[in-house]
């Protein structure tokens, strides 16, 4: 059974733009979560999605926003980048409450 | 506010030994709690999991122990492997479709 699929693996954009990350999940997992991974900083959790809703948010601003498209898949968006927006970000699905999550391979943005 | 606190940044242990990576948590609502390991430019990937209403869990060479009234869990790796080198995330979750919450990590080097 395939896993879960982000693209692009790599981005690099400049200050100021806008940016679209994509995230397939597990075939039948209904619920996507995103992270961001920062050096010393651990996963923080940005937002999750259920059923094309928005179920769980945290603690970033507004220029981070999503979506989830009926087929589950979701995306990302960040826009007026910054510099400290440079992180790997990791897409997760999940089966169901207590099944974990499984993880994406990331995409890795670099704002200069 | 850190939920989940990986106090440790890093860890050498030698091949063959054991390794004791700890984790401690704030939240008393936490039921479930999860270890995760990742490689470098990969996603974190499910190492085993405990709920709260047991205090171990085994699975191979990891076992995860769990002292509610500490508020504490660490995982243990017996005997550990150079192919264990990888950083280690903890994990806790409660009851309500809430996202996972993670620590910082530690990074694991095991010394052949």
């Known amino acids: 059974k395939a896993g879960v699929t982000q693209t692009p693996r790599y981005l690099i954009k400049t200050r100021g733009q806008q940016v679209t990350l994509s995230c397939s999940p597990i075939s039948g997992h209904r619920s996507v979560s995103w992270y961001q991974q920062t050096p010393g900083q651990g996963l923080q959790f940005l937002f999750e999605y259920f059923s094309e809703t928005q179920r769980n948010k945290g603690n970033f601003p507004g220029r981070f926003s999503g979506r989830q498209f009926s087929n589950s898949r979701s995306e990302m968006n960040v826009s007026t980048l910054e510099l400290g927006d440079s992180a790997l970000y990791l897409c997760?699905?999940?089966?169901?409450?207590?099944?974990?999550?499984?993880f994406g391979s990331g995409t890795r943005l670099t704002v200069v | 506010d850190q939920q989940v606190k990986q106090n440790s940044p890093s860890l050498s242990v030698q091949e063959g030994r054991i390794s004791i990576l700890n984790c401690d948590y704030t939240?008393?609502?936490?039921?479930?709690f999860l270890w995760y390991k990742k490689y470098p430019a990969e996603g974190p990937t499910f190492l085993i999991s405990i709920s709260s209403i047991k205090d171990k869990n085994e699975d191979g060479r990891f076992t995860v122990f769990l002292n509610k009234s500490a508020k504490h869990l660490s995982l243990h790796i017996v005997p550990s492997q150079p192919g264990d080198s990888a950083v280690y995330f903890c994990?806790?979750?409660?009851?309500?479709?809430?996202?996972?919450?993670f620590g910082k990590g530690t990074r694991l080097s095991v010394i052949a």
């Open positions: 997760a699905s999940s089966g169901g409450q207590n099944y974990g999550y499984t």
């Open positions: 994990a806790a979750s409660r009851s309500g479709n809430t996202p996972l919450v």
């Open positions: 939240n008393s609502m936490f039921d479930y």
